[in-house]
Protein backbone atom coordinates (compact mmCIF):
# COMPACT_ATOMS: atom_id res chain seq x y z
CA UNK A 1 0.00 0.00 0.00
CA UNK A 2 1.25 3.34 -1.22
CA UNK A 3 1.54 5.70 1.81
CA UNK A 4 3.51 8.81 2.94
CA UNK A 5 3.96 10.30 6.36
CA UNK A 6 4.42 14.08 7.63
CA UNK A 7 4.10 16.89 9.97
CA UNK A 8 1.32 19.51 9.49
CA UNK A 9 -0.20 22.52 11.54
CA UNK A 10 -4.10 22.08 11.23
CA UNK A 11 -5.44 25.11 9.93
CA UNK A 12 -8.88 25.84 11.04
CA UNK A 13 -11.53 27.35 8.87
CA UNK A 14 -15.23 28.31 9.61
CA UNK A 15 -14.01 29.49 12.73
CA UNK A 16 -12.43 26.37 13.77
CA UNK A 17 -15.52 24.13 12.91
CA UNK A 18 -13.05 22.48 10.77
CA UNK A 19 -9.97 22.63 10.03
CA UNK A 20 -7.70 21.49 7.00
CA UNK A 21 -4.43 19.97 6.54
CA UNK A 22 -2.31 21.40 3.91
CA UNK A 23 -0.29 18.81 2.28
CA UNK A 24 3.69 19.28 1.63
CA UNK A 25 3.96 16.97 -1.33
CA UNK A 26 3.21 16.42 -5.08
CA UNK A 27 0.47 13.51 -4.72
CA UNK A 28 -0.01 12.84 -7.70
CA UNK A 29 3.90 11.86 -7.78
CA UNK A 30 2.96 9.46 -4.68
CA UNK A 31 -0.36 8.23 -5.57
CA UNK A 32 -0.77 8.49 -9.20
CA UNK A 33 -3.39 11.57 -8.78
CA UNK A 34 -3.69 14.90 -7.18
CA UNK A 35 -7.52 13.67 -6.37
CA UNK A 36 -6.64 10.46 -4.68
CA UNK A 37 -8.77 8.82 -2.03
CA UNK A 38 -6.53 8.00 0.94
CA UNK A 39 -6.73 6.69 4.41
CA UNK A 40 -5.83 9.80 6.70
CA UNK A 41 -4.60 8.82 10.44
CA UNK A 42 -3.21 10.82 13.30
CA UNK A 43 -2.73 10.14 16.29
CA UNK A 44 -4.04 6.32 15.67
CA UNK A 45 -7.07 7.99 14.34
CA UNK A 46 -8.03 6.88 10.36
CA UNK A 47 -10.91 8.28 8.49
CA UNK A 48 -11.55 8.15 4.45
CA UNK A 49 -11.03 11.23 2.80
CA UNK A 50 -10.27 13.02 -0.36
CA UNK A 51 -7.23 15.12 -1.32
CA UNK A 52 -8.18 18.46 -2.84
CA UNK A 53 -6.63 21.44 -4.20
CA UNK A 54 -7.93 24.46 -4.26
CA UNK A 55 -6.60 28.23 -5.19
CA UNK A 56 -3.45 26.41 -5.68
CA UNK A 57 -2.85 24.60 -2.43
CA UNK A 58 -3.27 20.85 -1.79
CA UNK A 59 -4.90 20.00 1.75
CA UNK A 60 -7.03 17.62 3.18
CA UNK A 61 -10.27 17.86 4.99
CA UNK A 62 -10.42 17.47 8.45
CA UNK A 63 -13.73 18.03 9.95
CA UNK A 64 -15.06 18.58 13.90
CA UNK A 65 -16.23 14.78 14.53
CA UNK A 66 -12.36 13.59 12.79
CA UNK A 67 -11.14 16.28 15.14
CA UNK A 68 -12.83 14.95 17.82
CA UNK A 69 -11.88 11.23 17.43
CA UNK A 70 -8.36 12.01 16.73
CA UNK A 71 -8.12 14.74 19.77
CA UNK A 72 -6.93 17.37 17.77
CA UNK A 73 -7.51 20.99 17.02
CA UNK A 74 -6.61 23.94 14.89
CA UNK A 75 -3.15 25.20 15.60
CA UNK A 76 -1.88 21.36 16.45
CA UNK A 77 1.19 20.16 15.05
CA UNK A 78 0.70 16.70 14.08
CA UNK A 79 1.80 13.84 12.37
CA UNK A 80 0.11 12.99 9.95
CA UNK A 81 -0.21 9.63 7.49
CA UNK A 82 -1.95 9.32 4.10
CA UNK A 83 -2.38 5.94 2.65
CA UNK A 84 -3.88 5.48 -0.67
CA UNK A 85 -7.22 4.37 -0.28
CA UNK A 86 -8.17 1.04 -3.21
CA UNK A 87 -11.16 -0.20 -1.40
CA UNK A 88 -14.08 0.47 -3.48
CA UNK A 89 -16.32 3.66 -1.56
CA UNK A 90 -20.06 2.80 -0.35
CA UNK A 91 -22.25 4.19 1.72
CA UNK A 92 -25.09 2.30 2.79
CA UNK A 93 -28.46 3.34 2.70
CA UNK A 94 -30.94 2.72 5.14
CA UNK A 95 -33.62 1.01 4.87
CA UNK A 96 -36.14 3.85 4.57
CA UNK A 97 -34.48 5.71 2.17
CA UNK A 98 -33.69 2.65 -0.35
CA UNK A 99 -37.40 1.77 -0.18
CA UNK A 100 -38.27 5.67 -0.91
CA UNK A 101 -35.23 5.62 -4.09
CA UNK A 102 -37.14 2.28 -5.18
CA UNK A 103 -40.58 4.01 -5.34
CA UNK A 104 -39.42 7.41 -6.42
CA UNK A 105 -37.79 4.57 -9.03
CA UNK A 106 -34.75 6.84 -8.91
CA UNK A 107 -32.43 4.18 -7.52
CA UNK A 108 -29.87 4.41 -10.28
CA UNK A 109 -29.34 8.10 -9.80
CA UNK A 110 -28.09 7.28 -6.42
CA UNK A 111 -25.68 4.89 -7.17
CA UNK A 112 -24.47 7.07 -9.58
CA UNK A 113 -24.06 9.78 -6.66
CA UNK A 114 -20.67 10.39 -5.22
CA UNK A 115 -19.92 8.84 -2.17
CA UNK A 116 -19.54 12.01 -0.36
CA UNK A 117 -22.93 12.99 -1.86
CA UNK A 118 -24.23 9.56 -0.39
CA UNK A 119 -22.05 9.56 2.48
CA UNK A 120 -23.83 13.06 3.52
CA UNK A 121 -26.97 12.23 2.58
CA UNK A 122 -26.69 9.29 4.42
CA UNK A 123 -25.13 11.26 7.92
CA UNK A 124 -27.86 13.58 7.29
CA UNK A 125 -31.00 11.22 7.49
CA UNK A 126 -29.41 9.24 10.49
CA UNK A 127 -28.54 12.01 12.08
CA UNK A 128 -32.36 13.30 11.99
CA UNK A 129 -33.84 13.83 15.94
CA UNK A 130 -37.71 14.27 14.52
CA UNK A 131 -39.28 12.05 11.83
CA UNK A 132 -40.01 15.00 10.15
CA UNK A 133 -36.57 15.79 9.78
CA UNK A 134 -35.86 12.30 8.55
CA UNK A 135 -38.16 12.46 5.74
CA UNK A 136 -37.49 16.11 4.63
CA UNK A 137 -34.00 14.56 4.37
CA UNK A 138 -34.88 11.58 2.55
CA UNK A 139 -37.08 13.58 0.19
CA UNK A 140 -33.66 15.96 -0.41
CA UNK A 141 -31.82 12.67 -0.85
CA UNK A 142 -34.22 11.75 -3.69
CA UNK A 143 -34.18 15.19 -5.14
CA UNK A 144 -30.25 14.47 -5.70
CA UNK A 145 -31.01 10.88 -6.71
CA UNK A 146 -33.35 12.51 -9.15
CA UNK A 147 -30.96 14.76 -10.65
CA UNK A 148 -28.53 12.02 -11.59
CA UNK A 149 -31.41 10.23 -13.63
CA UNK A 150 -30.52 11.86 -17.11
Same mark, same amino acid.
Request: glycine share 6%.
Given at each position: ?????????????????????????????????????????????????? +????????? +??????????????????????????????????????????????????? /???????? /??????????? /?????????????????????
Amino acid at each position: MTSKAFNATLIGVNNNSACAIEIPFDPKATFGRVRAPVVVTIRGYSYKST +IARMSGVTF +IPLRKSHQVGAGVSAGERVRVRLALDETRRTAKAPADLTKALKAADVLAGW /KKLSFTMQ /KENVEAIEGAK /KPETRARRIDKAIDAARSKMS
